[in-house]
């Protein structure tokens, strides 16, 4: 894990000091070592965070034994031992034994044929001294960026958009960017903020040389259920067999290794599987001294069941506030997931003892673990509640909706289910998905922009007679590849903690997409593939407990401690003005409705503003 920055021309040199500034900037990700190779026309960097074999000998840029090739790489391939055997007898001797040479060795013999061969995240550069050729690559998902600034003639790239920054690339406003993700809250896959920037879509691989640039989608979601599914019975033990083989090969690592177990069933799996790989497996939970939100004693459970050395990092709410602006101050891009503060904490405690980390993120939107996706499975059966909710979907708009007490949150609910109703399948799901609607953007913006053309991709596979699958498909791309995959990278790499996510193995994900929608949710039981699947490995209490959850305290700081800086600094309507972005009226009107308690998701569309002028004033000071 590491980050890495480059710059290739094909027809002038390039400023390898600009690269090595890049490289600078992307220390946090690679704390062990940091170098650039460069040429007249290219100029790689490396910031190495020592995973496999920690000698000098695997430092990069890295160098194929005939001089042709030379690498950058971030991430892991975790079948590299086993890809060993593609090599050939004809191959010179390993000089390492990390999985970059393996890598490199096989990009040598196959070219982008090796990627489908690749069982990790990657995002890595091969140039070919010979052919004077750049090739460019991202694994399936997204779980590693890579972002971009392309030209005809020449492209740069980093791990971060900092280093992009750093690099020489001048920073100007994508506005409809900026629409995209006041909407969502984060930005969509492959969307920068920086007019000019890009990242390279999850899956894809770009070739550039003199004759130009090429790019092509290597990897696709399986898009059909399989002709004849084992039974429900049979198909989760497939699961759990893939899951487990996914799991124990996550746990190759030369440093100290552990699993974050919240206690949820998802993280909870990992632990457990990987319990049965690793003697003295390290766990790591965060604990709230208000109770209402603290989720330690089911974690606890599953740490003796399961004989792991467990260590809870016990936090008060001034804990988690202290930590709010070093977390905005170390975003290179707004990304307004409020979680991510959690995430930041945790990832800061965790290194303290282990380098890397299994998590349990990508089971929600692989096996359809929201109430959305609840509510989409309802939505598409008829019924008289799903006939009475369509016609009153007016009446409920006047009713008092928030998410401050029990009564208005289910309100709120009912309101947005009974709106979705009345959509088509992809209006509905971009409904569901969103922070904020178009007619709220209209009142917050001095120059609204619609920001379908970025969304539209992710719902382009919807049809009439579809079902869940096609939810949990756009789910994968759009939640998963720009808000929990975004937040994972950006807050564990802060801390040089790598962060490596089983249930996205990709043999893991073809297997589910592939099985019938209602394994997945039936009914009100969600997940319950894996929930039935594991049900033997996990205490009871864990399928007996109340619905609980942890938002972070927003409206609580907004009231308190944030209240001046939100008056003074966010709606200062001087400043709004010569910005020329928000309409000052539009924020207070926003504020007003918060203050007053009668806020939904108006709450998250401020922390998502709050994020973006903190932003905004770093990169573009008056």
């Known amino acids: ?53 920690l000698s000098s000998t ?7 034994p005939c001089g042709r090739y030379t690498i950058v790489f971030n991430g892991e391939i975790f079948n590299y031992r086993e890809l060993c055997g593609q090599l050939g ?35 890595f550069a091969v140039y070919d001294h010979s052919a004077r050729q750049i090739f460019l690559a991202r694994d399936r998902y997204g779980i590693k960026p890579l972002y971009l600034v392309q030209q005809a003639s020449q492209v740069q790239f980093a791990s971060e958009p900092g280093a992009l920054i750093a690099m020489g690339h001048v920073p100007e406003l994508d506005t409809q960017a900026l629409n995209a993700y006041l909407r969502l809250n984060y930005l969509p896959p492959g969307v920068s903020m920086f007019r000019g920037m890009a990242q390279l879509l999850p899956g894809h691989w770009l070739r550039m040389d003199a004759a130009g640039t090429e790019t092509r989608q290597w990897y696709t979601l399986p898009g059909q259920v399989m002709t004849q599914p084992p039974n429900y019975e049979a198909a989760g033990q497939e699961f759990l067999r893939l899951l487990e083989d996914a799991v124990q090969l996550r746990l190759i690592a030369d440093v100290p290794l552990g699993v974050f177990l919240s206690g949820g069933i998802d993280s909870s799996t990992i632990a457990a599987l990987a319990a049965r790989h690793t003697r003295h497996l390290q766990t790591f939970s965060i604990g709230f001294e208000d109770k209402l939100y603290d989720e330690t004693h089911y974690a606890q459970v599953v740490a003796r069941m399961h004989g792991t050395e467990h260590t809870v990092f016990r936090l008060g709410m001034e804990d988690l506030y202290e930590a709010v602006f070093p977390l905005l101050e170390s975003l290179t891009e707004p990304f307004a997931d409020a979680s991510a503060l959690n995430f930041n904490i945790l990832s800061r405690l965790t ?33 008289l509640r799903n006939a009475l909710l369509r016609v009153g979907s007016p009446l409920l708009g006047w009713l008092p909706a928030n998410r401050h007490s029990s009564l208005g949150r289910k309100l709120f609910q009912a309101r947005k289910y009974a709106q979705g109703l009345r959509l088509p399948p992809a209006q509905r799901y971009l409904l569901w998905c969103s922070v904020a609607q178009p007619d709220s953007l209209r009142r917050l913006l001095r120059h609204p922009q619609d920001s379908m053309g970025l969304l539209q991709p992710y719902t382009s596979h919807f ?17 998963l590849g720009g808000d929990m995959l975004v937040k994972a990278d950006r807050m564990s790499m802060a801390h040089a903690l790598e962060v490596r996510v089983p249930f ?26 894996l929930q039935d699947a594991v049900r033997p490995l996990l205490p009871p209490e864990l399928y007996n407990r109340p619905k609980q959850g942890f938002e972070v305290p927003l409206r609580q700081w907004y009231l308190s401690q944030l209240r001046s800086y939100i008056e003074t600094q966010v709606l200062d309507a001087d400043y709004l003005r010569a910005q020329g972005i928000f309409q000052p009226e539009g924020l207070q009107d ?18 998502a503003v709050i994020v973006f002028q903190h932003w905004y004033k770093r990169y573009f000071p008056h």
């Open 463 to 479: 049809t009439a007679k579809g079902n869940l699958n096609e939810v949990l498909r756009a789910d994968i791309q759009l939640v």
């Open 58 to 64: 695997a430092h990069q840029p890295m160098h194929s």
């Open 590 to 607: 926003l504020w007003r409705t918060i203050l007053r308690g009668q806020s939904a998701k108006e709450e998250w569309t401020l922390w």
């Open 89 to 123: 007898p004809e191959e010179e001797p390993l000089q390492t034994t990390s999985d970059t040479e393996v890598l490199l060795r096989l990009y040598r013999k196959m070219g982008p044929g090796c990627l489908p061969l690749l069982n990790g995240f990657f995002a």
């Open 351 to 383: 290194r303290q003892r282990v380098t890397v980390a299994l998590s349990g993120d990508g089971a929600d939107e692989l096996l359809g673990g929201y109430s959305k996706h609840v509510g989409e499975y309802q939505s598409r059966r008829d019924g």
């Open 504 to 529: 996205l193995d990709y043999r893991v994900v073809d297997y589910a997409m592939q099985l019938p929608a209602d394994y997945k949710v039936l009914g009100s039981h969600r997940k319950r593939l």
């Open 1 to 53: 894990m590491c980050g890495i920055a480059g710059w290739f021309a094909t027809d002038a040199p390039v400023a390898a000091p600009a690269v090595q500034a890049a490289i600078k900037a992307l220390q946090h990700r690679g704390p062990d070592h940091q170098q650039v190779w460069h040429q007249p026309q290219v100029a790689l960097g490396h910031a190495r965070l020592s995973i496999l074999d």
